[in-house]
């Protein structure tokens, strides 16, 4: 009896990796999924947390993914071992401080060590030779290849045709001649395989599934590297990142105030671990006060920012208490900040 | 009723976290569990309320409860490793 056969696919949750499972399930490989979560990750309800992008869809693209095909999804925390990537990339960054080629061969190294754990047979990615700018270049497939020590264990069935003959081709378990050739930037060959199969619903991020490439996201952790005496961090800070408005009033001294309700609410999570600013006279932002005050001055110019963005912005004086991250309080009266009082340099 | 309704669920808190972190510690209690036992997972992101199940349809473990109080979402699960 034929033996079956079973590849493990790194899942997204975009589209592409979605079509890569698709077409080796066509070929009766029995699929599983790896989501690697690295603390990075967009995902369209970590936005569930501001009210406004409520009307979007909150849901895991990777499990939803994972659901339509119809496979198992072991999501792996790699958090921990992540930061090295981002920190010492052997690759360097791209636009941005995405590390992604260093980022995709870590990825399938892991894969590589599951499905030895696991006894399965190969990997498949989603990956589009020509797609991105730095992973997915026809000469850096073969880096991720090598180094990942996937080696001919890896298949891109989207692309398979363009790059050599995998392991899993030779030996039969897959048939060369119902994988893909799909090259270049265009997103119109996998739109027309998706058809094929059926796909009306799948996501599709700008910039790939990674705030780190995206530029506002980078210029705020680039800040914090800047400002801090070392460049380790913990995934509260990289959460931290994508709340609020960041004011850098000094490199000592980092101000994170709520944009709304939804995110004023997810930061009073944070109020044993940061000192906080809240207003008591009117409704307003919470803050959240990464370093210190090294003057009365400072404490004030803060309480003025935060009395900013309260709705007693326009009264002469606002109440505001200054919370330790040990809960003791202390009430303070302020004129809220100028408009033109507020230096457009603080803004990250 | 099965006997394992008896026994005392495992409790994992979730709340302050991101997805898909509550799953990720949904699933690694799961791991340690057996078919029958029950997990509740308390999380404070409402994208729990879509993943958690979503995650279990695709494991075939059972939600048996999602509750929602004071912004927390309590979800029980029945484990099932049969399949």
Redesign the interface.
Same mark, same amino acid.
């Given at each position: 009896m034929k033996q079956q056969r079973k590849a493990v696919a790194l899942i997204s949750g975009g589209l592409d990796s979605m079509l890569a499972v698709k077409v080796i399930q066509e070929q009766g490989i029995h699929v599983e999924g790896i989501?690697f979560?690295t603390g990075f +990750?967009v995902? &369209?309800?970590?936005h569930?947390?501001r009210k406004k992008h409520q009307d979007k869809q !909150?849901?895991?693209n990777?499990?939803?993914v994972?659901?339509q095909l *119809?496979? !198992?999804?072991?999501? =792996? %925390?790699v958090v921990e071992e992540y930061k090295d990537i981002l920190l010492n990339p052997a690759h360097g960054y791209g636009k941005n401080v995405n590390p992604c080629l260093d980022c995709k061969t870590f990825m399938v190294k892991k894969a590589v060590q599951w499905i030895k754990e696991h006894n399965f047979d190969f990997i498949i990615t989603g990956e589009v030779v020509g797609q991105r700018p730095m992973s997915q270049r026809r000469e850096t497939m073969p880096v991720v290849a090598k180094e990942s020590g996937g080696n001919d264990l890896l298949v891109r069935p989207l692309s398979a045709k363009q790059l050599p003959e995998t392991l899993p081709e030779r030996e039969g378990w897959l048939d060369r001649e119902k994988l893909y050739d799909f090259s270049g930037r265009t997103r119109k060959p996998q739109m027309a395989l998706a058809a094929k199969f059926g796909f009306k619903d799948y996501a599709q991020p700008a910039g790939g599934c990674c705030m780190l490439t995206d530029e506002n996201y980078a210029i705020k952790l680039q800040d914090m590297w800047h400002n801090r005496p070392s460049r380790d961090y913990e995934l509260d800070d990289i959460?931290m990142l994508k709340m609020g408005r960041h004011f850098r009033l000094a490199p000592h001294l980092k101000l994170i105030i709520g944009r709304e309700e939804g995110e004023n609410?997810?930061m009073q &999570?944070?109020k044993n671990q940061f000192m906080s600013i809240y207003p008591t006279s009117h409704p307003g932002a919470l803050c959240l006060v990464d370093g210190e005050f090294k003057s009365d001055e400072e404490r004030d110019q803060a309480l003025a920012l935060v009395a900013r963005y309260s709705q007693g912005k326009n009264d002469p004086q606002v109440k505001l208490v200054i919370r330790q991250s040990t809960g003791e309080e202390q009430e303070y009266s302020i004129s809220p900040m100028l408009p033109d009082d507020i230096n457009k340099d603080w803004l990250i | 009723m099965s006997a394992d309704q008896h026994k005392e669920p495992c409790y994992v808190d979730a709340?302050?976290l991101? +997805?898909?972190?509550p =799953?990720?510690r949904a699933?690694d209690a799961v791991a340690k569990l057996s078919t029958g036992d029950r997990l509740v997972v308390t999380s404070? %992101?409402? *994208?729990a309320?879509? %993943?958690i199940p979503?995650?279990c349809?695709?494991?075939g473990h059972e939600v048996l409860d999602i509750v929602e109080q004071d912004?927390e979402i309590i979800i029980t699960v029945q484990v099932n490793h049969e399949q």
């Open positions: 989501n979560f +990750c995902e &369209g309800h970590t569930a947390v !909150k849901r895991n990777a499990l939803w994972a659901e *119809g496979i !198992k999804l072991h999501i =792996v %925390d959460i609410r997810f &999570g944070y | 709340r302050r991101l +997805c898909p972190l =799953v990720i699933q404070t %992101d409402p *994208g309320k879509a %993943d979503a995650w349809r695709i494991n912004n």
